[in-house]
Structures are given as structure tokens and as C-alpha cells.
């Protein structure tokens, strides 16, 4: 079972600041097969990036992807007052079983 | 828009059973598969099940393995998802998920996601 490690826990920022957020798996993600998913208070997750890179539908270009391998990374260029919220990435490459990250909470400082 | 809808949940007896459900609407249905994902108060995201889109396939998470069941009833649009022998640790949000791909192996990233249903295994 490949286990991925989120960091920061938490990373407070002000809103206009670039956001680098930190996903590390314990073996190497086939295929790159990496998601990215946001989740604000008292909502279901939402679907950010899949592939490691790809944006899903809708969503803006200011989230990016990227990595490979063990290391992969959720990038937002300018932080939006609505993108506060927990992240959350989860691989699909190896499974059974799906498995996710502990979360890394953006919060505004 | 695709819309998922879960229902069923509640407080119950550790020991005691309950069956979720998942209505489906706005998309074929019998085309995707469909996962489960539970999510303890204040916790992360934890993968169940995954049923295939016909059915035939099924798959679940060590901790869940031989008391939950994932079915499917592909002329209703519904997805189940019957638990038995419950325990303290399966309280949470029980999610309804789907796959992007048809007729896919289902091991993908989420699109859509229900809104979530409370399971409470309490004494």
C-alpha cells in the first residue's frame, strides 16, 4: 500500500501570496497517477487535478500540478479568498486500495 | 449536472447493521464505477469500496473487509452500501463517488461527489 505523507500540516498566508503545498509517497506512483482535491467546511471534496497536472473542468489556472515519482506538488499562484480550505492528494496508480493524504489545511493569516 | 444523492444514514448500536444508498441522476448510471469514501469527524479521507460498473467486480479496504457489502442496482440509478457488524471507528461522513472514465477499471481519480451521510456507531 503506498502511503502519502501531505506538508505542511498547515500553511498560513495572506490572500494574494503563492501557496506550495507538499505530497510525498512512501514508493513511487505509477504512471503518475496522482489527484488533488480541495474541501471547504461542511462540503464534499472537489476535484482539482488529476494525472498529477491536469486541471479538472472549471477549474482555474492559477492551481497547478506537478511531479513524479514520490514528490509531487499542488502549486496556487495567487491565493483567492475562497481557496482557503484543506487539500487533500490521493493516488490511484497502485491499488487496491485508493488511498489519500492526511490533508494540508490552508488558513489565512 | 450530475447529482448524487446519499441517504440512510444515522445513529445505530456497535454491532448493529445499516444500508446506505446513493441515488444517481443526470448521467448513465450503469457506465461508471462507483466508490464509497468515509471521512471520520475531523479527520481525512478514507476509501471503502469500489464496485465496477457492471457489478462484477467488487473491492474493499482491509478494514471493512467481510462486514460491508457495495452493490448496485443499475435500473434504479442507485448505488448501496449494506454494513453489518458496525464499530465506534466507522462513524463518520459516507460519500458516494464517481469515477471520470466509462467502463473503466474504476482505480481513478473522483469527479463527483455526493453531499455525504452521517453514520454514528454509538452506545
Known amino acids: 500500500e503506498i502511503v502519502l505523507t501531505q506538508s505542511p500540516g498547515t500553511l498560513s498566508l495572506s490572500p494574494g501570496e503563492r501557496a506550495t503545498l507538499s505530497c510525498r509517497a512512501s514508493q513511487s506512483v505509477p504512471g503518475s497517477f496522482l489527484a488533488w482535491y480541495q474541501q471547504k467546511p461542511g462540503q464534499a471534496p472537489r476535484l482539482l487535478i488529476y494525472g498529477a497536472s491536469s486541471r479538472a473542468t472549471g477549474i482555474p489556472d492559477r492551481f497547478r500540478g506537478s511531479g513524479s515519482g514520490t514528490d509531487f506538488t499542488l502549486t496556487i499562484s495567487r491565493l483567492e479568498p475562497e481557496d482557503f480550505a484543506v487539500y487533500y492528494c490521493q493516488q490511484y496508480g497502485s491499488t487496491p486500495p485508493l488511498t489519500f493524504g492526511g490533508g494540508t489545511k490552508v488558513e489565512s493569516k | 449536472q450530475v447529482q448524487l444523492v446519499e441517504s440512510g444514514g444515522g445513529v445505530v448500536q456497535p454491532g448493529r447493521s445499516l444500508r446506505l444508498s446513493c441515488a444517481a441522476s443526470?448521467?448513465?448510471?450503469?457506465?461508471?464505477?462507483m466508490h464509497w469514501v468515509r471521512q471520520a469527524p475531523g479527520k481525512g479521507l478514507n476509501w471503502v469500496a469500489l464496485?465496477?460498473?457492471?457489478?462484477?467486480?467488487?473491492y474493499y479496504a482491509d478494514s471493512v473487509k467481510g462486514r460491508f457489502t457495495i452493490s448496485r442496482d443499475n435500473s434504479k440509478n442507485t448505488l448501496y452500501l449494506q454494513m453489518n457488524s458496525l464499530r465506534p471507528e466507522d462513524t463518520g461522513v459516507y460519500y458516494c463517488?464517481?469515477?471520470?472514465?466509462?467502463?473503466?477499471?474504476?482505480?481513478?481519480?473522483?469527479?463527483?461527489w455526493g453531499q455525504g451521510t452521517l453514520v454514528t456507531v454509538s452506545s
Open positions: 463517488v464517481r469515477v471520470p472514465a466509462v467502463f473503466s477499471s474504476g482505480w481513478h481519480s473522483l469527479d463527483y
Open positions: 443526470e448521467f448513465t448510471f450503469s457506465s461508471y464505477g
Open positions: 464496485i465496477s460498473y457492471d457489478g462484477k467486480n467488487k
